[in-house]
């Protein structure tokens, strides 16, 4: 199990784009729209078609870096939930099942009423 939240906790940066807060959101948007005017003002107009190509995907590699690091850095995965996974580990040879991943509590409060639908007719079984 640590291995493998070692392995997560290794490769979760590439959740950091989706984590991003609204600022830097917005950050993003206005770099976007920045490079965008800055790239149509460059002259192109006495370029081959081979070098406009090749222009056009350069603006595209800079456009992606330049969006991802932003994102990145305006994002962060500290939160609770993520800390609590670094003890599971320790936790369950220790204490048993963790308690908010056990159904055993919700089954038994749920099984009356599912014995009281089977009963029914199961038409209108509100009434």
């Known amino acids: 199990m640590q291995e493998y ?3 997560f906790h290794d490769m ?4 950091l784009q989706f984590r991003a807060s609204k600022g830097a959101k917005k950050a993003a948007a206005e770099a976007h729209k920045n490079l965008l005017t800055e790239q149509c003002h460059a002259s192109i ?5 081979s070098e406009k190509v ?15 690091d932003i ?3 305006g994002a962060n995965c500290n939160f ?6 670094s003890h599971y580990a320790e936790q369950i040879p220790k204490f048993g099942a963790l308690g908010q991943f056990s159904t055993e509590i919700s089954e038994c409060m749920y099984k009356g009423l599912k014995d009281a639908y089977r009963r029914s007719n199961k038409m209108n079984a509100i009434s």
């Not at 979760?12 to 959740?15: E, L, N, V």
């Not at 107009?45 to 078609?49: C, D, F, G, I, V």
């Not at 609770?80 to 996974?85: F, R, V």
């Open 12 to 15: 979760k940066d590439m959740f």
């Open 45 to 49: 107009s006495n370029l081959t078609m």
């Open 54 to 68: 090749k222009m056009r995907q350069e603006n595209n590699l800079e456009h992606r870096e330049l969006m991802d």
């Open 80 to 85: 609770p939930k993520m800390h609590l996974i």
């Open 71 to 73: 994102l990145k850095e």
């Open 5 to 7: 939240a070692h392995g």
